[in-house]
């Protein structure tokens, strides 16, 4: 039964997403939904991208093994980088009217870092969306207890998502997530009340949380465990600035206004609802303890959704695979959005200028598959967890495209020649610490960011700005 509500919501979703592409008439539309949307629908999808696999099964798993300290990176870091692309970057990139971030590395350095930084990007989103998408074979496989195979189920999961965000683009994504938000929220609120009802209480589990030494939140006072944690956050938090979904987001909204408040209120919402699979997660060691021990020998994933399954009535069942299905398929979708349009408007649109608007969106379209087939490629074949997963995609960002944003931003200084030299110096030193030095005290993307930063300076201070002069302006 509990199988066949899932399939009946999902088709639902889906159809409710391809309702939403009668809206999409050109390129702009397909990508930043015409820069028309409102407060309450940018929040909602600032808050359903952001809250996907990491959030419902992957930090809970990891907070289970570690404790709080354990998952600084996500919702710590994650919520404060929205936070900060509300204050500090939003309204900037928001009066260019650009169609992808990309767009801006190209009016301020030129065409070679508008390739190079489109390029990071898209290579951080194989990680990202593989995780939803290894999600949800999760989803399948446990809601139908086990008949569908993990491998089935991803294909079923990224086939269905593909239909809407394909035709739809960002309207379906926008729409889509706004009626998710509501099922998410609504869905683990009825869970939290069900699963308190079986621990005596929320404030047991607090303190049998705390007892177990879960809530050591601040590393140890040695410089390897700082500069770990420290690294940690800043991967997260600063990684996922310059990422295209968070770009959409801004440049979707009717004005800069939403723009920025909408990005801080999404994190705030984030950062307060990232707490509760946690809670929901740790519950389980009250309630069936055999149940944790088994499950964090084998997949701490699983440890949620099968107490869910053993413990709960079958509308309560329902209602939390509504709600993490709602979740896994609003992320899911923004992220296989982002990186196709950045790849279609910033790599393919420069190479084939002839391109006409109609013309464009079959190309974004035609990203969207070819990257659909290569993240559920990789999420079949991957052997890290989700939170493992999302986390190490911002590193490429981080060291890439990050000091270049903000350099871009608010130093008048930054010139085509800094933003190469960053690129190529972080990159590369981040490449080669990877390699070299990967359990090193100081991580590689902290190196790699580094000199990232000397490149920037280096660059846009001693060398000759007229040695690289391909910007093309576009505002």
């Not at 590393?219 to 959409?248: H, K, R, W, Y």
């Not at 079958?314 to 979740?327: D, I, N, P, R």
């Not at 960002?397 to 110096?425: C, D, E, Q």
């Not at 590689?444 to 000199?451: A, F, K, R």
């Amino acid at each position: 039964m509990l199988f066949w509500y899932v399939i009946a919501y999902w088709i639902i979703s889906v159809a409710i997403g391809l309702f939403a592409s009668l809206k999409v008439k050109n390129a702009t539309d397909f990508a930043a939904a015409g820069h028309s949307l409102p407060m309450y629908v940018v929040t909602a999808t600032v808050f359903a991208t952001w809250f996907g696999a990491e959030a419902v099964l992957g930090a809970p798993a990891t907070f289970l093994n570690g404790g709080l300290g354990a998952v600084v990176a996500d919702p710590f870091g994650s919520s404060l980088c929205l936070i900060l692309v509300g204050l500090f970057f939003a309204k900037p990139l928001y009066q260019k009217k650009f169609l992808t971030i990309g767009d801006f590395y190209r009016d301020k350095y030129g065409r070679t870092v508008e390739i190079l930084i489109t390029l990071c990007i898209a290579a951080s989103y194989l990680g990202w969306v593989s995780a939803q998408i290894m999600a949800l074979g999760l989803v399948f496989h446990v809601a139908s207890e086990g008949s569908i195979s993990q491998s089935t189920g991803m294909l079923i999961g990224s086939g269905s998502v593909l239909i809407y965000t394909l035709f739809g683009g960002m309207w379906a994504v926008a729409i889509t997530d706004f009626l998710q938000m509501i099922i998410v929220v609504v869905g683990l609120f009825f869970i939290g009340h069900e699963i308190t009802g079986l621990t005596g209480g929320v404030f047991t589990v607090i303190e049998h949380a705390n007892k177990a030494g879960l809530f050591n939140f601040f590393p140890e006072a040695n410089a390897t465990a700082i500069i770990g944690f420290i690294s940690a956050l800043c991967t997260m938090m600063l990684g996922s600035i310059p990422q295209q979904d968070v770009f959409q987001r801004v440049t979707s909204s009717k004005t800069s206004k939403i723009a920025q408040n909408a990005a801080i209120l999404g994190g705030v919402l984030y950062f307060c609802f990232a707490f509760l699979p946690m809670f929901l997660a740790y519950s389980a060691t009250l309630i069936d303890p055999e149940l944790v021990k088994t499950n964090m020998e084998t997949d701490p994933q699983l440890i949620l959704p099968q107490l869910i399954l053993k413990h709960t009535p079958l509308f309560a069942q329902v209602m939390f695979f509504g709600a993490l299905l709602s979740a896994l398929k609003s992320c899911a979708s923004a992220t296989l959005l982002a990186p196709s349009v950045s790849i279609s408007e910033n790599i393919i649109k420069g190479a084939f200028k002839h391109l006409n608007p109609r013309q464009m969106l079959v190309v974004m379209r035609l990203t969207v598959l070819v990257f659909t087939v290569m993240v559920t490629i990789l999420a079949m074949h991957s052997e890290l967890s989700i939170f493992k997963m999302v986390e190490s995609a911002y590193k490429v960002t981080l060291v890439a495209a990050f000091i270049p944003l903000v350099f871009g931003i608010y130093w008048k200084r930054a010139n085509p020649m800094g933003g190469l030299l960053s690129v190529l110096f972080g990159i590369s030193t981040w490449l080669l610490a990877e390699f070299a030095y990967p359990d090193g005290m100081v991580p590689p993307q902290m190196i790699g960011l580094l000199c990232s930063l000397l490149g920037m300076i280096a660059g846009s201070l001693f060398v000759p700005a007229n040695l690289i002069r391909d910007a093309e302006p576009l505002a």
